[in-house]
């Protein structure tokens, strides 16, 4: 009989287990993020390429802590540990991810433009949407950070203007916690204090410091305001999706 090891389905499992685990300490992922899911703060979804798809997850008390929010269809570079799991019996293995970046601006910009072009498509964008903005608003709600130059050049610049009161309320202009806190700012002013315009601002920067303001969800909570919006986003060459869904852009 020839001398060819025999296991056990637990056993070949459990062994494959300690393999993988043990000598993929920590490993770095290249792929496309697709079917992603949220359970109870977790983050489930997929990082393919043309040949394969590899199951990632990211644990709730790490989600906070990433550079970068996956999305659908963006490209990632996820940093983990490589380990295995039972789902209906049947082993499987998966990357546990600690961190995201994105696999580069040239794909970043790929996936704004795509965006861009669904959004347009269902006419988010429209002029016939775009609401007037007051001419002498008396009160101005500003959503942006609340340090930094930004903040201080809008209030000199209004105030230089005409008399208003300004009501900041106060984000994170970049990082996975951004989109959502712009989103809250929208809804704050829609809903709990009347003002008359709307201005989200931040300074200049690379795509992937706007990624907020390009975010899906960004742009359908400015299209619902009732509150005419205002963009004042990056310098005059940095467009974002935030541009063209306000009822008006200043740089």
Known sequence: MKNIPEFSVSEITSLTKNILEENFD??????????????????????????F??????????????????????EVVAEGKITTYAKSSISSYQIKVDQIELQGE??????IEQRKKKLQAEGYFNEEHKKLIPFIPNKIGIITSPTGAVIMDIINRVQDRYPTHLLIYPISVQGNKSAGEIIQGIEFFNKKINVDTIIIARGGGGAEDLLSFNDENVVKSAFASKIPIISAVGHETDFTLLDFVADYRAS
């Open 106 to 111: 040239g794909a970043l910009l790929k996936l």
């Open 26 to 51: 920590r490993v770095r992922i290249r792929g496309e993020v697709s079917k992603i899911k949220e359970n109870k703060g977790h983050l489930y979804f997929s990082l393919k390429d043309e040949n």
């Open 53 to 74: 798809v590899l199951n990632a997850i990211c644990w709730s008390s790490t989600v906070p802590l990433l550079q970068v929010f996956p999305e659908e269809g963006m």
